[in-house]
C-alpha cells in the first residue's frame, strides 16, 4: 500500500514533467553537467522503455548496467516501474558486462567496436540495450537515444530487437523517429 | 357530375354547385388517410433510427475513446506530446467525433483533435451537438493499476442531422408517391362506386326531364348499390303504371270535354274548334270549305210518342248514319237536342257538298229499330255555308247555314216522322 501510493506519487509527478522544451536550450552541450538539461528526459525515456519491454520471466528488480563513459546517465537512479518493481542501477566496465548479470544495459560513449562487441555479447540473452553516443543505431542496439535540440528521442532496431530474446510493446514503435 | 343532379334537386343550383362530390370526398379522406400514415411511418422510422443511430454512434465513441487511451498510452508514459497527438489523429480522426482530448490526471490537455468546420458548420449542429451529447465519452489511460491520463471524445451530430435531413426527404418523396398513388386509387375507387351511382342518376333524370318511365338502372358489382338499383327500379315501374293510368284517364277526360256521351260525334265545343281551325287553313291554302247544319225533322214528335229512350236511339242511329255518310277527312258533331253539324273537309267543286247531302238523305231512308220494337224512319233538314262564298267568321258560317236549314224544313214540313208497325 505505502509503496503503491509512493508510485502513483511518482507517477503523477512524472506524467506533469513538461518535455525539455525550454528556449534557451538551443545549443546542447555534448558532456552533460551536474545540471545537464538531458539528464531527466534520458531517464524517463530510459524507465518508458523498460516499462514497455517484457522479459520472459518477470524481473524484480530490473537490473540496469551502465557501460562506458554515459553523458545523461545521472537520473537513472531509483527509477520504478508502474507496476512498483524498481530498476537497479549498476556501473559495470566496458569489459565486466555480463548478460546473466544484467537485465538492460545503457551504452556510454564508446567507441563502435567496443559498442559491437557488447550488443553482441547481449543478443539472444534477454538484455536490453540502449546506446547513448549511436544516432544512426550501427551498433545493433535496440535502442539508440537521439539528442536534437530541445527533445531526446530514440531510434529502435527492429532487427536487433527481434533477435533479443525479449519482446517490446509494438506501440512503442510509433514514438520512436522513423517509426511514424 | 350527375350525382349532384339527384342530391341538388330540391335545393338551389347555388347549393348544389358549393356541395363537394362523392369523389372529393373520397380523395380528401384518402389524402388524410395517407398523409397521417406516412407521417407517423416517417416520424417513426426517423425517431427510432436516430436513437438506434445514436447508440450506436455512442457505442462508438466509447469504442474510440478506448482505442485512442489504448493507442496514447506509450506516448503519454514517453511524455511525448507529437505522438500523444498523433495517436489520437491516427485514431479519432473520423467523422461522428468533433472533438478529441487527452489530459493529464490534473485535467490539463496534452493534446487535442478538432473536426474541421469547413462545410455544413452552423449554429443549428453545435445546438445538436449539445443537445445529443451533452456529455463526452471517457476513458481513462492507466499503466497498471495508476491513471496517468484521461482521454475525451465529443460527438458529432453532424452525420446523425444528414440521416434526419434524408429521412424528411425520403419522407417527402414517399408521400408525393403515395399521393399520386391515393390519386389513382381514388380515380378507380371513383370508377367503381360512383359509376354505378351515376347509372341510378342518369336514369332519374331522364325519368324527370324525358318522362323515360321505361327506363331502368343496369346491374351494378356493388351488393348495397344493387339492392339500391333493384328498389329505384321498382320504384320507376309503379311510377310507370302510374303514369300510364293518369295519361288514359286525361285522354278520356279530354274525349269527354270534346265529345258527344250519346252519340259518340265531337259537341260544340269541338265543333267551335274545328270550325275555326277550318276557316284558319282555308286563309291559308286558298280552298273552299263548307259547314253542314242538320236538325232531324219532326223529332219532338218521336219523343212524345215512344218516349225519350227512342228519342235517344233515334239520335244514335241519326249520328252512325252521319258518320258512314262522310269521309273520313269530314267531321260530325252533335251541337246538342237534334241539331248536328258536319265540317267537309277543303274541296274544288261544289257539286261535293251536294253529293254529301244526297248521301245523308240516302242514307235516313233506311228504318231504324227503336228500343221499344218498332221501326222508324226520319229525315233530315240540311242546311249548308260555304266558306268564303256565304261568310268568313264562323258565326256568319253557321248563321246561313241554320237559315237556309230552316228554309228547307219549313218546305218539307208535311213530310214528318214515320213510325212504321213492327212487321
Known amino acids: 500500500m505505502k509503496v503503491a501510493n509512493r508510485l502513483r506519487i511518482a507517477l503523477l509527478a512524472l506524467a506533469a514533467v513538461p518535455l525539455v522544451g525550454a528556449a534557451d536550450l538551443v545549443l546542447v552541450p555534448v558532456a552533460g553537467g551536474?545540471?545537464?538539461?538531458?539528464?531527466?528526459?534520458?531517464?524517463?525515456?530510459?524507465?518508458?522503455?523498460?516499462?514497455?519491454t517484457s522479459w520472459p520471466t518477470r524481473q524484480n528488480p530490473v537490473t540496469l548496467c551502465v557501460v562506458g563513459p554515459a553523458a545523461h546517465a545521472e537520473r537513472l537512479d531509483d527509477l520504478r516501474l508502474a507496476d512498483g518493481r524498481l530498476i537497479e542501477r549498476r556501473t559495470v566496465a566496458l569489459t565486466g558486462f555480463a548478460p546473466a548479470a544484467c537485465?538492460?544495459?545503457?551504452?556510454?560513449?564508446?567507441?563502435?567496436?567496443?559498442?559491437?562487441?557488447?550488443?553482441?555479447?547481449?543478443?539472444?540473452?534477454?538484455?536490453?540495450?540502449?546506446?547513448?553516443?549511436?544516432?544512426?543505431?550501427?551498433?545493433?542496439?535496440?535502442?539508440?537515444?537521439?539528442?536534437?535540440?530541445q527533445a531526446v528521442t530514440f531510434r529502435m532496431n527492429i532487427d536487433a530487437i527481434a533477435r533479443s530474446g525479449l519482446k517490446v510493446d509494438p506501440r512503442v514503435l510509433r514514438i520512436s523517429q522513423g517509426g511514424r | 357530375m350527375a350525382l349532384r343532379?339527384?342530391?341538388?334537386?330540391?335545393?338551389?343550383?347555388?347549393?348544389?354547385?358549393?356541395?363537394?362530390?362523392?369523389?372529393?370526398?373520397?380523395?380528401?379522406?384518402?389524402?388524410?388517410?395517407?398523409?397521417?400514415?406516412?407521417?407517423?411511418?416517417?416520424?417513426?422510422?426517423?425517431?427510432?433510427?436516430?436513437?438506434?443511430?445514436?447508440?450506436?454512434?455512442?457505442?462508438?465513441?466509447?469504442?474510440?475513446?478506448?482505442?485512442?487511451?489504448?493507442?496514447?498510452?506509450?506516448?503519454?508514459?514517453?511524455?511525448?506530446?507529437?505522438?500523444?497527438?498523433?495517436?489520437?489523429?491516427s485514431v479519432a480522426a473520423v467523422g461522428g467525433v468533433d472533438r478529441v482530448e487527452v489530459r493529464d490526471p490534473a485535467g490539463r490537455v496534452l493534446a487535442h483533435w478538432q473536426h474541421s468546420h469547413a462545410e455544413l458548420h452552423s449554429g443549428i449542429e453545435d445546438v445538436a451537438n449539445g443537445v445529443i451529447w451533452p456529455d463526452p465519452s471517457r476513458?481513462?489511460?492507466?499503466?497498471?493499476?495508476?491513471?496517468?491520463?484521461?482521454v475525451r471524445v465529443y460527438g458529432n451530430s453532424e452525420g446523425l442531422l444528414r440521416y434526419i435531413l434524408a429521412g424528411l426527404i425520403i419522407a417527402l418523396s414517399c408521400l408525393g408517391l403515395t399521393v399520386l398513388a391515393t390519386r389513382i386509387l381514388a380515380q378507380r375507387l371513383q370508377k367503381d362506386v360512383i359509376g354505378p351511382l351515376d347509372h341510378v342518376a342518369d336514369v332519374a333524370h331522364s325519368v324527370r326531364s324525358d318522362r323515360a318511365f321505361e327506363k331502368r338502372v343496369p346491374s351494378s358489382g356493388i351488393a348495397e348499390i344493387d339492392r339500391f338499383g333493384q328498389d329505384f327500379n321498382a320504384l320507376l315501374a309503379e311510377l310507370q303504371g302510374w303514369h300510364a293510368g293518369l295519361t288514359s284517364e286525361n285522354a278520356?277526360?279530354?274525349?269527354?270535354?270534346?265529345?258527344?256521351?250519346?252519340?259518340?260525334?265531337?259537341?260544340?265545343?269541338?265543333?267551335?274548334?274545328?270550325?275555326?281551325?277550318?276557316?284558319?287553313?282555308?286563309?291559308?291554302?286558298?280552298?273552299?270549305?263548307?259547314?253542314?247544319?242538320?236538325?232531324?225533322?219532326?223529332?219532338?214528335?218521336?219523343?212524345?210518342?215512344?218516349?225519350h229512350e227512342c228519342g235517344d236511339a233515334a239520335l244514335i242511329a241519326v249520328a252512325e248514319r252521319l258518320r258512314q255518310s262522310i269521309r273520313h277527312v269530314d267531321h260530325a258533331f252533335r251541337l246538342g237536342g237534334d241539331e248536328f253539324a258536319v265540317v267537309l273537309a277543303p274541296f274544288y267543286n261544289r257539286a261535293h257538298v251536294d253529293a254529301v247531302s244526297a248521301r245523308i238523305d240516302k242514307s235516313m231512308e233506311r228504318p231504324f229499330r227503336l228500343p221499344n220494337g218498332l221501326f222508324a224512319t226520319s229525315?233530315?233538314?240540311?242546311?249548308?255555308?260555304?266558306?268564303?262564298?256565304?261568310?268568313?267568321?264562323?258565326?256568319?258560317?253557321?248563321?246561313?247555314?241554320?237559315?237556309?236549314?230552316?228554309?228547307?224544313?219549313?218546305?218539307?214540313?208535311?213530310?214528318?216522322?214515320?213510325g212504321i208497325e213492327n212487321a
Request: glycine content about 8%; charged content about 20%; proline content about 4%.
Open chain 2, 379 to 418: 229525315t233530315l233538314s240540311i242546311g249548308v255555308a260555304v266558306y268564303p262564298d256565304d261568310g268568313v267568321s264562323p258565326q256568319d258560317l253557321l248563321r246561313r247555314a241554320d237559315a237556309e236549314m230552316y228554309l228547307r224544313k219549313r218546305g218539307r214540313r208535311s213530310a214528318g216522322f214515320e
Open chain 2, 139 to 150: 476513458a481513462a489511460i492507466q499503466r497498471g493499476d495508476v491513471v496517468i491520463g484521461q
Open chain 1, 103 to 149: 537485465d538492460a544495459l545503457y551504452i556510454g560513449r564508446v567507441a563502435m567496436p567496443d559498442m559491437r562487441i557488447l550488443t553482441a555479447q547481449a543478443r539472444g540473452r534477454g538484455v536490453l540495450t540502449i546506446a547513448e553516443a549511436d544516432p544512426d543505431c550501427r551498433s545493433q542496439a535496440m535502442f539508440c537515444l537521439l539528442f536534437p535540440p
Open chain 1, 34 to 52: 551536474a545540471n545537464d538539461p538531458y539528464a531527466a528526459p534520458v531517464g524517463r525515456i530510459v524507465q518508458s522503455i523498460t516499462e514497455y
Open chain 2, 252 to 307: 278520356e277526360l279530354a274525349r269527354r270535354a270534346t265529345h258527344d256521351s250519346l252519340s259518340g260525334l265531337g259537341n260544340r265545343v269541338l265543333f267551335e274548334q274545328t270550325l275555326g281551325d277550318a276557316i284558319g287553313s282555308s286563309v291559308r291554302s286558298g280552298v273552299s270549305f263548307a259547314v253542314l247544319y242538320l236538325d232531324v225533322d219532326h223529332f219532338k214528335d218521336i219523343n212524345d210518342r215512344h218516349g
Open chain 2, 5 to 89: 343532379r339527384i342530391f341538388g334537386m330540391s335545393s338551389s343550383a347555388a347549393q348544389s354547385a358549393a356541395l363537394p362530390t362523392l369523389a372529393q370526398i373520397l380523395g380528401r379522406v384518402h389524402l388524410r388517410l395517407i398523409l397521417f400514415a406516412v407521417a407517423l411511418a416517417a416520424a417513426s422510422l426517423v425517431v427510432s433510427g436516430g436513437i438506434v443511430i445514436r447508440n450506436y454512434a455512442q457505442r462508438n465513441l466509447d469504442l474510440i475513446a478506448r482505442t485512442v487511451s489504448y493507442t496514447v498510452e506509450p506516448a503519454v508514459v514517453f511524455g511525448d506530446a507529437d505522438a500523444i497527438r498523433e495517436g489520437l489523429v
